[in-house]
């Protein structure tokens, strides 16, 4: 029996990507039409986003930890939050869980020093690329990264909010993600990290300047393979 994963919600288009890559990939490794069960809750966004804009990640936490203890009520084995900015509260959150968690940093750090990477591009909203989340997991794995200049950070910022998260993706967009990755390119990363859950429904891995760490796509994964783990 496969372990309930939990899934805790922010944005609505990053979590739809992770639900849907668990349904879709599972089955490769469970069979046909099987995945594991998965609950899902999230409060409304707007609540999020007033603690992140305020920097209270306490706050954070407190909404974090609000939808764990549904989710183990629900029955679910684990959580996964498939929201990066956020997991800057999860060191508040996670000691005082109901159930275990999956951090989504780890997943990708994790790929990234299996596939050899050495220096990772972080993306994401501007309190991610600032912030401690990657770093606290890369430098234990000797990785290490580089983010763009403020006034890329900026773009990336506001691209994310005004379109990504309404589920608005434009070329235009893109082209400009891809010339920030360049630039990172030519600062020395080898692969630069999707780290907005709603980044991959914008840059193209077929044509992106370095290789992508999906890291939405990636704690999928580490998901179902938490979920078939024998209890």
């Not at 849907?20 to 490769?28: F, V």
């Not at 999860?90 to 990477?117: K, T």
């Amino acid at each position: 029996m496969a372990k309930h994963i939990g899934i805790v919600a922010c944005s609505a288009e990053g979590a739809a990507l992770c639900y849907r890559t668990i349904c879709t990939e599972a089955p490769r490794l469970m069979g046909e039409e099987r995945h594991p069960e998965i609950t899902m809750h999230t409060p409304p966004f707007a609540d999020y986003m007033v603690h992140i804009r305020s920097g209270n990640w306490a706050e954070v936490a407190h909404l974090m930890l609000a939808s764990a203890r549904k989710l183990a009520t629900a029955g679910a084995d684990f959580a996964v939050c498939p929201d990066n900015t956020i997991h800057q509260a999860f060191p508040l959150a996670a000691p005082h869980s109901p159930i275990p968690w999956l951090h989504i940093a780890d997943a990708v750090a994790q790929e990234a020093a299996a596939r050899g990477f050495s220096r990772l591009a972080i993306t994401g909203t501007k309190y991610l690329m600032t912030g401690p989340v990657y770093p606290d997991k890369l430098k234990p794995l000797g990785l290490r990264w580089e983010i763009p200049d403020a006034e890329d950070r900026e773009r990336i910022d506001r691209i994310i909010f005004s379109e990504l998260v309404n589920g608005i993706v434009r070329e235009e967009s893109r082209l400009y993600f891809n010339e920030v990755i360049r630039k990172l390119k030519d600062r020395g990363c080898d692969a630069v990290v999707l780290g907005c859950t709603e980044i991959p429904l914008l840059v193209d891995p077929s044509d992106c300047p370095l290789p992508t760490l999906d890291s939405t796509r990636l704690l999928a994964r580490a998901a179902i393979r938490e979920s078939l783990k024998v209890a």
